[in-house]
């Protein structure tokens, strides 16, 4: 018959609690189910902003990773020549696939 020791539970459920929120200092949100947010990534206020470009990266199963999201490949796709800022757009759903958009906006 197996004995159902309060005290280990406990313990357990404390090491296994601090084990799952060790990581929740992060600059940017964290889903671990569903994730999909816009995260700034800087920028300066010396250009102005006429146009945009984008560039995309794509993840299957958190194995696989193929695209090119650079900040240049985006840049040139919306025939930017002066950078104002940087977005960076993440959606995935429980590591099976998900999308990594940097999208340049400037002159």
Do not use: H, W
Not at 16 to 22: K, P, Q, S, T
Not at 61 to 70: E, H, K, R, V, Y
Not at 71 to 98: C, H, P, Q, S
């Amino acid at each position: 018959m197996v004995r159902f020791n309060v005290r280990t539970f406990a313990a357990s459920a404390v090491v296994l609690g601090a084990l799952a929120v060790g990581g929740c200092a992060s600059p940017q949100p964290i889903g671990l189910l569903y994730y999909g947010a816009s995260i700034p990534e800087g920028g300066t206020s010396q250009a102005v902003v006429t146009k945009s470009g984008s560039a995309q990266c794509t993840s299957i199963l958190s194995l696989f990773a193929t695209g090119d999201c650079t900040i240049e490949t985006a840049r040139k796709a919306g025939g930017i020549e002066k950078v104002a800022y940087v977005d960076r757009k993440v959606t995935n759903f429980l590591g099976l696939y998900g999308t990594y958009t940097t999208v340049v906006y400037g002159d």
